[in-house]
């Protein structure tokens, strides 16, 4: 699939996962390949301190809009920005928009927002959804990233919308839940992409989340990455010793076990990552997108470009008729 195609797509991309994946660093690896392909891009983070600004050798992100990788080198890339969001600065935000300026921030220093929230449980999300309503409606940018939170809260925070429509039934919350629901629900504005490692408890909650995501909340869902693979190494079984005189070198005492047991421990993380692959591959018929292990303990802009070659390498491997408007749901794609 072509990847302008690809993220053309939706114009709102939802990266979700179990705590620990890779989520964000896939929301970055997301939005860097989509900036490439000449699509500027919106990464919204909902939980802070994520490092996603590192990613980008960038300091941590505010409530502001920044750039975090300018476009217009001569590759034809385009912006990257990012800002986070909270609920007290939505509600402060959609109170001065609706010309309530004066008692917005009295509300929020008040802790105003923790009782309703109590009262109305999920009015916290669909602040946060409502807002990235606001900026996919309004086309400042070609494509929005939302980073969001880990998979068990993921599907509180998605389901947050239909779940007050049920509870209130008339005013602005309704209304904003309902153009929330709209879109969601909407493959031509909307997918999520959930991302998960090749384990298996990974693997297992990944599955439950997109059938959970689908059936609860009607969203559409875009390709599975699976993030941390790592790569296959010709040769690793060979006997290190007879290795070691091939290639004209000689090893000390206690070498060649401590290779033979490296080799053997990274044989059986081959096996296993293959066999998880291949029960996600059974369990849940979407397309997957496979990520490297970056063997680095801190990410920067020349590791977020490994990862976006590989993204891209990846899309260029999806079936398009698997996306979007028309995209069979998965449990009619399993049967």
Not at 1 to 25: E, Y
Not at 304 to 314: E, H, K, N, T
């Amino acid at each position: 699939m072509d990847p302008g195609q690809f993220f053309a797509t939706s114009r709102l991309v939802i990266v979700a996962g179990k705590g620990g994946v890779g989520k964000t660093t896939v929301s970055a690896a997301l939005a860097r390949s989509a900036a490439r392909t000449g699509l500027t891009t919106l990464i919204i983070e909902v939980e802070g301190k994520s490092g996603l600004a590192s990613m980008f050798g960038q300091p941590p992100l505010g409530y502001d809009e920044v750039v975090l990788s300018p476009g217009g080198d001569p590759s034809g890339a385009a912006d990257v920005l990012a800002r986070t969001l909270t609920p007290d600065d939505a509600l402060i935000e959609y109170l001065e928009d609706h010309g309530l300026r004066r008692i917005s921030k009295r509300l929020v220093s008040s802790g105003a927002v923790d009782v309703v929230a109590t009262a109305a449980p999920g009015i916290k999300d669909i602040l946060l959804l409502g807002k990235v309503k606001q900026l996919e409606r309004a086309g400042n940018v070609d494509l929005v990233v939302l980073d969001a939170p880990a998979a068990g809260h993921a599907i509180t925070f998605l389901q947050s919308a239909r779940g007050l429509l049920d509870a209130v039934r008339v005013g602005p919350i309704n209304t904003q839940a309902r153009d929330v629901l709209e879109l969601l629900t909407d493959p031509a504005r909307c997918q999520v992409m959930l991302v998960t490692l090749p384990e298996e408890t990974p693997v297992n909650e990944l599955v439950d989340t997109a059938y959970q995501l689908e059936d609860r909340v009607g969203v559409s869902l875009g390709p599975v990455v699976v993030n941390g693979l790592y790569p296959h190494l010709p040769g690793i079984g060979a006997d290190p010793t007879t290795a070691a005189e091939e290639a004209g070198a000689q090893l000390l005492r206690g070498e060649a076990r401590a290779l033979a047991e490296a080799a053997e421990f990274r044989q059986r993380r081959s096996d296993l990552q293959d066999h998880q692959l291949e029960r996600l591959n059974e369990l849940l018929p979407l397309p997957q997108i496979h990520l490297p292990f970056l063997f680095d303990a801190d990410l920067g802009p020349a590791e977020l470009d490994v990862l976006s070659d590989a993204l891209l390498d990846g899309v260029a491997g999806v079936d398009p008729t698997a996306l979007g408007v028309g995209a069979p749901k998965i449990e009619d794609a399993a049967s």
